[in-house]
């Protein structure tokens, strides 16, 4: 995943550009980077965090950049932003996003005159800079950024940056959101809308999908209309979201009240407490506790001192251990207790194994599982939201593999339907693999109902394969 942000402004920006990045901290754990435009021209700053915070790494730069005009980033992903030069003229740029056909758009970019790419990342070619080669082969930004978003299989937000004002661009099916904000002398361009409120800045406009706008200090202009189909990513509001975060003027926090009192409606299992494992599964977790009447108790606390954010190391023993660490238990809610656990979702499902044996050696008597969504089938082609390589690093698919051999392809619609035998199945192999004392998953059409949107606006892929 990551997070973007940009500002122009009639004065200095560097601080809010700073603290605008800072604020997607929850979306990216490897690299950020901010670029600015100032008396000097461009300027560039980027740095890996994966073992300290972005604000950490880059205090020293935000007081030795200077700058009116900026954009900033947080990336799982390739180093960024990018400082281009083509026939286009100067520019900045930062995205994030996924592209599924990089290698043919490679090919495509060799035979319309692009000779070379100069960033590497893991192995293949910069995304970014695959971007800004896709917007170079047109004659001005706008048909470029439109001829980019046209090609991507995939997503891909934009924010690129000139001598004379920032371009903003939602991806074309707005599969995540870009945000405009604006205060006296400046506006913003956001993922999260939240992260320009204590700076200052008032909800100005949510770009559409597809829609590209310029900004100055003086204002936005839209400089290609937004499409009217729209497949905004479902795993926002259950997940990837900041409680403060509103997409489509669905608020996070509320949603996930809402999902967690779903759950509840649907079932009749007999606790002592609800818990929710910090941070995401903790709103659905009230939701429930307030709908089922069972008292909502926090039996681990998250140790936030030297945790502050979502830092996760890229190896899966290492994430492991430090999804362990973490967390430090209350024995006293624990011992001789029943549970009812929710988290957000159930990935590869290492990590709520060993936070259910942590319950267990603690003195619970039972501990049951309710994830705020549905199973997770398909692994996600358009966010990157899991750092899984491979369908089969997904619990589902193992166990639907081992049970159907060369056919579990073409049973996966069957295994997505909660009606169906082989759904129920699939869940109490989970159950049972896991060690729950009971396992009871969102339904799709209960999450759709707490996200409050019309269903066809919605991607939701990784649970039905429909994006």
Known sequence: MGGIFGVVSKEDCVLNLFFGTDYHSHLGTRRGGMAVYGPKGFDRAIHNIENSPFRTKFERDAAEL????????????????????????????TTVGRINNARELVEYSYKNGFTHFLEM?????NATELVAALINQRDSIPEGIRHAQQLIDGSMNIL???????????????????????????????????????????????LGPGEIVFM???????????????????????????????????????MRYRCGSMLAKRDHVTADYVAGVPDSGTAHAVGY?????IPFARPFIKYTPTWPRSFMPAHQSQRNLIARMKL????QLIRDKRLVLIDDSIVRGTQLRETTEFLYQSGAKEVHVRPACPPLVYGCRYLNFSRSK????????????????????????????????????????????????????????????????SPCKLCTYCFNGKG
């Open 328 to 331: 430090v238990p209350v024995h």
């Open 216 to 254: 100055t200090p003086e204002g936005a202009e839209t400089v290609a209309p937004p499409g009217e189909e729209m497949h905004i990513c479902s795993f926002l509001w259950v997940y990837y979201g900041y409680p403060n975060s509103t997409y489509e003027n669905v608020n996070v926090e509320e």
């Open 289 to 293: 506790a307030n709908e089922s009447g």
């Open 66 to 93: 200077k700058g009116n005009m900026g954009i900033g980033c947080i990336s799982d992903s390739e180093p960024q932003p990018l400082l281009v030069q083509s026939h286009l003229g100067s520019f900045a740029i």
């Open 160 to 206: 690129l940056l000139t001598k004379d004002g920032l371009y903003a661009a939602r991806d074309l099916l707005g599969r995540m959101p870009v945000f405009l904000g604006k205060k006296e002398g400046a506006l913003c361009a956001s993922f999260e809308n939240f992260a320009y409120y204590n700076l200052g800045y008032e909800d100005y406009k949510e």
């Open 121 to 125: 990342s893991g192995g293949g070619v």
């Open 390 to 453: 491979s369908d089969l690093d997904l619990i589902t698919r193992r166990i639907i593999l081992e049970r159907e051999g060369d056919k579990a392809e073409e049973k996966l619609e069957d295994y997505s339907d909660p009606n169906s035998t082989n759904y129920k199945e699939m869940v109490e192999e989970i159950r049972k693999e896991q060690n729950f004392t009971s396992l009871q998953y969102n339904r799709l059409d209960d999450m759709e109902e707490a996200i409050g949107i």
